[in-house]
Each structure stands twice: as C-alpha cells, then as structure tokens.
C-alpha cells in the first residue's frame, strides 16, 4: 500500500498522520499493550491501511459530510477507522457507551448517521434496540475474523481489501470537505443533563493540535500511554506512538495500577493522560511502594478537579522537572486553562483547603476567558455590561480557536450555551461553571452553576464548601446538595469516607465535620452531613458525581 500524498498544511489532521508516516513509516504508531500477546502498527501502515479504508468507503458510495456512529475500543482498529473516515470526509459520531442505552438510542436519533461501524456486540444491540435504525443504511464489523451478525454488514477486513484493489483507481482529495464544515461530533458525557453533540469542524481539531503541542511541548516520538480514547487519538497526529493499556477505558476506577506502571515501564512511556479515578488508583499503598516513574516527561489530567493529596503522591512518583498537569475543560471546548503541579503543591492547594475555589490555572494561548453575572436564561448578545469583577464568582464563559460553535440538532441548547458578539464578529461558549479570576489571571474553578444551592440570602457554590471537608483524611470526598424541607432549601454535605465506620466513629466524624465546618463562612450554614458508600459519578471520567442523584437520595434519607 502506498501512503497518503495531502498536503502538510491541509485543515485536515489527516494529513498530520501522512507527514508523520512520509518522515519515518516504520516508527511505531500505534501497540497494545499486554504480556502475553502485543500488536504493533507503524505510522506508514497506519497511513495506508486507512487510505484504502477511505477509498473503500468512497467507492461503496459514502460521500463526504455522511455521519457514521462508531462503536469500538481503543486499538489498531479504531485509530486506523478514524483516520480514514477523517480521510474521506466522512464525520464519526463518538457516543460513550456507558450512558445506558436509553441515552445512547437518543443520541443515535439524533445523530441520524448513515453508518454504524462496531464491534459484533455493539452492531447486534444497536439493530435489537434500533439506534438510528430509520437512517442507518451501512453496517461494517470490526472483528478479528469474519462473524456474521446482521444482514448486509460487511467485515472492516473485506473493506479493506475492497479499498486496496482500488487505491490508485479512486484518488482521495486531500481536502473533502471546507475547513469549517462538521468534521466530527462527540456526544458529552451526560453528566449534568442529556448528552449532546458537540460539533467539531477541521479548523477546531487542528488548533486542538497545534495547542496541546504547544502547551506541552510534545515532540515526534515520544510515547503516549493511551487510558483515555478521545484523547489518545491526537496521539499519531502528535507523532507520538500510542501505547494501549491492559484496561477497561470505561472504568479507570477498576484500572490495575501494576498494568499500568507495567505498561509505563516496559514501552518507556512519556506521557500519560489520566481521569482524577485513574490517577486515584496509582496513588494507593504506603509512600515505598510509588516507585519511581523515570520516562514521564508529564501526566495530564482532565475531566473533574483531581484532589491534592493525589498530586502530590503522583508527582512523587515523577523525576523533575516532570509534572503533573491538570486541564481545564470540556466537550465543546478543550483545552481552556492549565496548570501544573509545582504551582497547586506550593501555593494554591493551601487556597483550596480554605474554602476559595480549585485554581485551574492560566487561559492556554489563543483562548478568552471571562466571568459574567451568573444567569440561568439564554444571553443572545454580548454586553460589557455583564461582567462581574476580578474575585467576584460569576458563570465562566471562553472564545477561541479550539472552542466550538454548536450542538448537533440542538438549536434551544445551542441558544442556551452561546453569546454572540457582533462588534468582534465571534462568540462565548457558556461552559456551565462558576468560579473568578484572581489578579494574576489565573482562573479559580468553584463548580457547576446547575449544582449551586440557592438559599432565602445566600448562594452556596459546591467547590469551595467541599474543599473545606475534604482536608479531614477520614473523608474521600464530599459533595453539596440542596434538599427541599417545607418551603426552605436546606444545604447538605454528603461524604463518601475513607473507609466504613461502625456508628460510634460515623458520629465523632460528623461532630469534627461540622466542627470544622462553623469555621468558615462558606459552610457555617451547613448542618446536615450524611454518608454515603460509594458517589454515583459518570462514566467517562469516574470522577464527575451526579449530585441530582445525591440530591434525591439525601431528601429520602430526610424525608
């Protein structure tokens, strides 16, 4: 097979991928990691084999701007899937599979894809359940050997012998489609409502690139241990060799930490990008048995505020002037802000304790970052007039070239999440949080708008109360919720512990709870603390709780 000829300075990151595979085709791109069994991929094979998907797709008559529903692990397979479907102009629907399936057959509708590419056990509950049933016209299997599962699905393997037979027959332009047409749509994760689309356009996917490169100083051939999938495919586009963990990517809570540091070890990893869960579990045992992690050059960390003390423990495990990195984000825009673990270990973990917020750090190059009056109602254009001041807590709202401009089939959340700005002919994404921006420019997180509990002559925000019963060792983390008594909201803190405690030792933490909580004014109002065994939290982090859930389960407890 031969490999891709687009041009280096196409909007498509495909052609980042054709770069890397022209420069060195026989560096590793892509290797899953087991002791047993290991497949390895190189970037020219990575190249070529995805062409001739493309070309294979191209010639079953899927034209570009058609949207295929993907279901399938992290592996060869699927970055090889996406890279051709980038290639062809065809635009991927990414679902999480953890949401259950009634959201995903929501997302399925309204994604109306024409093409559902997965794993037998994915094509077989899609057509059972009929996600997308009434638009979806092609089914392709991605399975090591041919299986039948549904009429008229095709094996990944015979399309690509469809598309080989055919390279230098049907050419690939090297731009399919414009630079700001739909080139992706992940679907978030559904943590704080129904997931939605969020659209991707070329021009947003590179600058996602070229702005993780920058941030991270991130160098061809540095090896990227792979235990978030949207993530590690910016990996063979970064020149990085992807290394596929021994995991479950759905469940980094239940992750193995000797496979990881196993995996980290032998391949040499220099990057690792992990849930606050994940890292959690790398962090667990006495301080002599984080053994030293030398080849890290940095461990990235997304998705939920990760606590201090698992900082500090990850970064014991790091050789200066490796850090750990925490990324401000979401979905519709990523990455925002940024900061590192030298910065939260020596100043604002103390600032945290006391109640003032979690500091995600500085707007990264190319972002605007700004706090306005926090409002529930939809802003159809921008003012000046709604900015609050420095220190002041305010929705946070961001603009830039990694920011994007829509949900899919959504227009009243569209309307809901984006403010225009005529005079500068460019938009704010809302993000759904609050927090404040200290005088150095640095942004101070302090928690989901949806999940601030609005008293009779106060507003209680999430992080800064939880942050202050998080610094008791007993408490693993905590979480605010607002739960109707009569006619008065009344603020609960409820605790997930360390470990389980007979009720004399639950009523000694409690009274030092509150105790601690009279101490600030953030908390003085609280005065219910409730335990729960295990936080329900989201499935593609582990780490997001669902405080509605907790919401209804305190007011039963209450009741």
């Not at 990760?306 to 423990?313: C, D, F, G, L, S």
């Not at 360390?498 to 601690?516: G, K, M, N, T």
């Amino acid at each position: 097979m031969s490999v891709s000829t687009a041009r280096p300075d196409s909007p498509n990151i495909a052609a980042l991928l054709a770069d890397r595979a022209r420069r060195d085709p026989e560096a590793p791109a892509v290797l899953r990691a087991s002791r047993s069994r290991q497949t390895a991929i190189g970037f020219g094979r990575l190249d070529a084999t995805s062409n001739a998907i493309a070309i294979g797709l191209r010639a079953m008559g899927i034209t570009p701007g058609t949207r295929a529903l993907m279901m399938v692990p992290p592996g060869p397979d699927l970055f090889q899937l996406v890279f051709a479907v980038l290639k062809a102009g065809v635009v991927p629907v990414l679902i999480d599979p953890g949401i259950g399936r009634k959201y995903l057959g929501q997302c399925a509708r309204e994604a109306e894809p024409e093409v559902f590419i997965g794993i037998p056990k994915a094509i077989l509950a899609g057509h059972v359940f009929g996600w997308g049933q009434s638009t979806i016209r092609r089914r392709i299997v991605v399975a090591p050997r041919r299986v039948f599962v549904v009429p008229g699905a095709i094996s990944l393997a015979g399309l690509i012998r469809y598309g080989s037979r055919r390279l230098g027959q049907t050419p690939l332009p090297a731009d399919p489609l414009p630079p700001d047409a739909p080139a992706a749509i992940l679907f978030t994760s559904g943590s704080t409502g129904p997931p939605k689309g969020a659209v991707y356009t070329q021009e947003i996917l590179k600058a996602q690139v070229a702005t993780l490169r920058e941030l991270f100083a991130i160098e061809p051939g540095e090896v990227d241990l792979c235990t978030f999938p949207l993530f590690a495919l910016f990996a063979p586009a970064l020149g990085m060799t992807s290394i596929v963990p021994e995991m479950n990517p759905t469940r980094p809570a239940r992750a193995r930490p000797s496979k990881i540091v196993g995996a980290i070890q032998r391949h040499g990893a220099t990057n690792l990008f992990g849930s606050p869960a994940l890292l959690h579990q790398l962090v667990r045992g006495d301080d002599a048995s984080l053994t030293k992690l030398p080849t890290l050059k940095r461990v990235v960390s997304a998705g939920a505020p990760v606590p201090a003390r698992t900082i500090e423990r990850m970064a014991r495990r790091l050789v200066s002037p490796a850090q750990v990195h925490t990324v401000y984000g979401a979905t519709e825009a990523l990455p925002v802000a940024s900061i590192g673990s030298d910065e939260i270990l020596g100043e604002t973990r103390h600032a945290t304790d006391q109640g003032r917020g979690v500091c995600v750090g500085r707007p990264v190059p190319g972002i605007e970052v700004r706090m306005i009056r926090i409002d529930d109602e939809p802003i159809p254009e921008w003012s000046d007039d709604l900015l609050v001041s420095d220190g002041t807590i305010g929705e946070i709202v961001v603009s830039g070239s990694v920011v994007t401009r829509e949900y899919f089939q959504r227009p009243e959340a569209t309307r809901l999440a984006k403010i225009l700005d005529p005079a500068r002919g460019i938009f704010y994404h809302r993000m759904g949080d609050v927090g404040y921006l200290d005088a150095r420019g640095r942004i101070w997180f302090c928690g989901r708008k949806s999940h601030r509990v609005v008293l009779e002559d106060e507003v209680l925000f999430t992080i800064p109360c939880e942050s202050i019963f998080n610094t008791h060792p007993d408490v693993y983390r905590s979480a605010l919720v607002g739960v109707e008594r009569g006619s008065r909201i009344e603020p609960v803190i409820c605790v997930e512990p360390v470990h389980r405690f007979a009720r004399p030792r639950r009523d000694r933490l409690r009274a030092e709870l509150l105790d601690r909580a009279g101490g600030f004014p953030q908390t003085r109002r609280i005065q219910t603390v409730l335990f729960h065994p295990s936080f329900p939290v989201d499935i593609r982090h582990n780490s997001k709780i669902f405080r509605e859930k907790l919401a209804a389960w305190a007011a039963r407890r209450l009741a």
